[in-house]
C-alpha cells in the first residue's frame, strides 16, 4: 500500500513539474535576501533545501518575505551580515603576512590547487552547511566511477526526494539521459533530481547501490585529505548531518578541477538536453555562476570554474577556481549573502594574486632528509614579507620500500605548500627501521623473480652436482690407490727375484 502511495506522488510531482512554465522547470528559485543584488547573484535558493537561480521568483519571494516579515527578516540577516564582515581572518594574525579582506562570509578560504598552500583563511575549518556545491563532490565520484557515455536512468525515488522549491529540470521517473547530458544538469541547472539519479546508477556500477555512491563521497573526500566534513546525500538538500569546511571544500574542488570534462561543463554558458525517450522537447539551461559570465557584472577574466549553492540554513555558498597564467587557485566562501559572494571571492582573489609568488624548492637548500623533489617545479607560495628560512618542514613517509615521501612546509602553522619527494636512505632507516631502501626493493625484486618451483629445481640440481663430484673424486681416489698397491707389489717380486738369483750365485 504504501509503495502504491509513494508511486503515485512521484507520477503526480512528475506531472507538476511538466506542466510548470520554464522558470520553473528549470529551478528559477529564491534567495535568502529581499535586495535585488541578492537576486542577481543567488544561484541555488531554497526555503530550507536547495533550488536553482533567478531574478522573476526572487522578485516574488523577497516582495512576500517584505509582506509577512516587514522589516524584520532583512535585519537580522543584516546583522548576521556585519557579524561576518568583522570577524578578521585568522590569516591576518600571521607575522609579516599582508592584512586580507574581510568578507562577508562567516568562513573562507584561497588555495593553490597544485601545492595546497593556504594563502588566505578565515574559519577554514568550522563546520558549515555546503548546500548545491555537495555537487563537486558528486561530480568528482561520479567522473572517477563512470563514462560519459553511460545511461542514467531517472528513478521514482529521484523524484520523490524533491520539495516545493528545489532546483530541477522536469525529469519524469523512467527517463534516460546520458552520463555526459547528466553532470551538465547537475552542474549547470545544479538539477536536484539528476544528481540522485546519477547516485544511483553509478552506486550500481561500483557494484551496489545508492548508498554506495554515499559511501564513496565520504571515503573519497577522507582520501583528500578532508577532516571535517560528512555527506548524506548527493545533491546538498539540506540535512542536519550534511556539513563541511571551507577547506574540505577547497580540496574537493582541487581535486574535480583535475578533469578535463569538469574543466569543460563548468565552463560553459548554455547547454541543452534534446528530446528523450519519453519527452519530445529539449530541455536548455544556462551558466548559474556569474564570476564566468561574460555578459555580468561579477564577471572575473581569470575565473575558470566553479559552483554556486543556497539554502536557508546554508545561506550562501560558492566555489571558485581561478587562473591567472601563474598560480591556479581555489576559493570558498561560506555563510556568504546573496551577490556578497561574488564580491568576496573577487576579492579574495586579487589579494592572493597580487601578494603571493612561488618559491622554487629546488633553489633552496635541500634538507638533508630529502635525496630529490618528484616535480622539480616544485614550489610554495609566500608573499614578500616571509623568507623560506623562515619555514617548518614536516616530512611523511608515504612507501618505505620505495624511499617516497611527502614534504609540508608551514609558517606559523599555515600550510605554504607541500611536495612529493623521495627520501634519504638513512633517514627512512632511522623512521622505519628498515634497510636502505633501493637495496630492499632490488632483493625483493630479485626474490620475486624466482619462483618457489624454480628454486627447488635449482636446489636440486645444485645436491646432484656436489654427488656428482664427491662421487667421482671418490672412484678417482680408490682408483690411484689401487695402482699404488700394484706398483708396490711388482717392485716387492722384482726384489724377491734378485735376491734369489744372487744366492744362486754364491
Given at each position: ?55 522573476d521568483a526572487q522578485a516574488q ?192 574542488a582541487a581535486a574535480v578541477y ?35 559570465a561574460s555578459w555580468d557584472e ?209
Open positions: 500500500m504504501k509503495k502504491g502511495v509513494k508511486k503515485l506522488l512521484s507520477v503526480v510531482l512528475a506531472a507538476v513539474m511538466i506542466l510548470s512554465p520554464a522558470a520553473t522547470v528549470f529551478a528559477e528559485g529564491e534567495s535568502d535576501s529581499g535586495t535585488a543584488a541578492d537576486a542577481a547573484a543567488q544561484t541555488d535558493g531554497g526555503t530550507g533545501t536547495d533550488t536553482g537561480a533567478g531574478t519571494t523577497d516582495a512576500q518575505a517584505q509582506t509577512d516579515t516587514g522589516t524584520a527578516e532583512p535585519l537580522d540577516r543584516e546583522t548576521e551580515r556585519q557579524n561576518g564582515y568583522a570577524m578578521i581572518p585568522d590569516t591576518n594574525n600571521l607575522t609579516g603576512w599582508p592584512a586580507g579582506p574581510q568578507t562577508y562570509g562567516h568562513a573562507a578560504i584561497v588555495m593553490d590547487m597544485n601545492s595546497g598552500a593556504i594563502v588566505y583563511g578565515k574559519n577554514i575549518n568550522e563546520k558549515r552547511y555546503p548546500a548545491s556545491i555537495t555537487k563537486l563532490l558528486t561530480a568528482l565520484v561520479a567522473l572517477g566511477n563512470s563514462s560519459l557515455t553511460d545511461q542514467v536512468t531517472i528513478t521514482e525515488d529521484s523524484i520523490s526526494c524533491l520539495t516545493r522549491g528545489d532546483a530541477h529540470i522536469g525529469m519524469q521517473p523512467g527517463e534516460i539521459i546520458s552520463m555526459e547530458d547528466a553532470l551538465y544538469a547537475l552542474l549547470l541547472a545544479s538539477a536536484n533530481e539528476v544528481a540522485h539519479a546519477i547516485a544511483e546508477t553509478v552506486g550500481k556500477e561500483m557494484g551496489g547501490d545508492y548508498n554506495t555512491f554515499i559511501q564513496a563521497m565520504n571515503d573519497k573526500a577522507q582520501e583528500l585529505g578532508c577532516t571535517n566534513s560528512h555527506w548524506v546525500n548527493p545533491n546538498g538538500l539540506h540535512d542536519d548531518q550534511h556539513y563541511t569546511t571551507a577547506h574540505d571544500m577547497a580540496l574537493i583535475q578533469y578535463d570534462e569538469f574543466r569543460k561543463i563548468t565552463q560553459t554558458m548554455s547547454y541543452t538536453i534534446g528530446p528523450t525517450n519519453l519527452v519530445n522537447e529539449s530541455r536548455t539551461f544556462q551558466q548559474k555562476h556569474m564570476m564566468l561579477d564577471y572575473y577574466e581569470y575565473a575558470t570554474g566553479g559552483k554556486t549553492g543556497y539554502t536557508d540554513k546554508s545561506r550562501t555558498t560558492l566555489v571558485t577556481m581561478a587562473d591567472n597564467g601563474e598560480l591556479e587557485l581555489a576559493a570558498v566562501v561560506l555563510y556568504d549573502f546573496g551577490a556578497d559572494a561574488y564580491a568576496d571571492t573577487r576579492a579574495m582573489f586579487e589579494y592572493a594574486f597580487n601578494n603571493f609568488s612561488k618559491v622554487m624548492l629546488k633553489d633552496q637548500e635541500k634538507p638533508e632528509e630529502i635525496a630529490s623533489y618528484s616535480d622539480e617545479d616544485a614550489y610554495v607560495l609566500l608573499p614578500a614579507g616571509v623568507s623560506f628560512s623562515a619555514l617548518k618542514k614536516n616530512i611523511t613517509v608515504k612507501d618505505a620500500s620505495q624511499g617516497s615521501g611527502t614534504v609540508t612546509y608551514t609558517y606559523e602553522g599555515q600550510n605554504v605548500g607541500s611536495a612529493d619527494v623521495v627520501l634519504a636512505s638513512d633517514y627512512v632507516t632511522s623512521v622505519t627501521g628498515k634497510t636502505d631502501p633501493d637495496t630492499a626493493a632490488q632483493s625483493e625484486k630479485e626474490d620475486q623473480g624466482f619462483p618457489l618451483w624454480a628454486k627447488i629445481l635449482i636446489g636440486c640440481a645444485a645436491g646432484v652436482v656436489v654427488v656428482f663430484a664427491a662421487l667421482t673424486g671418490f672412484l678417482l681416489y680408490r682408483r690411484q690407490k689401487r695402482r699404488r698397491m700394484r706398483r708396490r707389489r711388482k717392485q716387492r717380486r722384482r726384489s724377491q727375484t734378485r735376491s734369489r738369483s744372487h744366492q744362486r750365485r754364491r
